[in-house]
């Protein structure tokens, strides 16, 4: 489960339907209606045809028509402000900044910017489920898997030993050489 939070932020008339109706209906509307100019009948006029009714459903629309209703507004996308709260959302869920810059897209330092007030809320990274800033569409993300840096085997001082040239273990025999100075030796020539 991943943990939520509000969108900050949101530009326009977004900020006002995110008020009214929440951020899942803002996004929603940002997705279908953004990037152009949306004429909000007032409730009276307010008809089952109208787009607003057909994309958020009756109910919402009424509640839009009457609180903004019998006006123009040019509704802007709120792509940064969604990218944005998506780095949020990963980074509470306890993503580390560079995997959330690739993910989303964005510089490492915008993320630590944009998340420098939030500690993540779990120690390890959670799968997450996010919004499409473009599309509005829900998206899950898994966190990448974390590179562990493979130790070589150390092998035992024998086997070592056997797969030197014959010169070197006659050196190791008579103490000219030990087994450590022909690991620095190996060691130097990788």
Not at 2 to 26: E, F, K, Y
Not at 103 to 109: C, G, N, P, V, W
Request: with cysteine; aromatic share 4%; hydrophobic share 40%.
């Amino acid at each position: 489960m991943s943990l939520r939070l509000p969108i900050r932020n949101l530009p326009g008339v977004l900020a006002d339907v995110q008020r009214l109706c929440g951020d899942d209906t803002a996004v929603r509307f940002a997705a279908h209606f953004g990037d152009r100019k949306l004429y909000i009948p007032q409730l009276a006029r307010l008809r089952d045809d109208h787009p607003l009714v057909q994309v958020l459903g009756r109910q919402t629309a009424r509640l839009l028509a009457s609180r903004l209703g019998g006006n123009e507004y040019t509704v802007p996308t709120g792509r940064w402000s969604i990218s944005h709260h998506n780095a949020r959302v990963l980074r509470l869920n306890g993503w580390q900044p560079r995997p959330i810059a690739r993910a989303l897209a964005l510089r490492e330092d915008t993320v630590d910017r944009l998340t420098a007030d939030l500690q993540p809320a779990v120690a390890d990274p959670q799968p997450v489920k996010l919004t499409c800033p473009c599309c509005g569409r829900p998206y899950k993300l898994t966190p990448p898997p974390e590179r562990v840096e493979k130790e070589e085997p150390v092998e035992d001082d024998a086997t070592f030993l056997a797969a030197q040239p014959p010169l070197l273990q006659a050196a190791v025999s008579a103490g000219d050489l030990t087994i450590e100075d022909l690991r620095r030796l190996e060691s130097g020539r990788a």
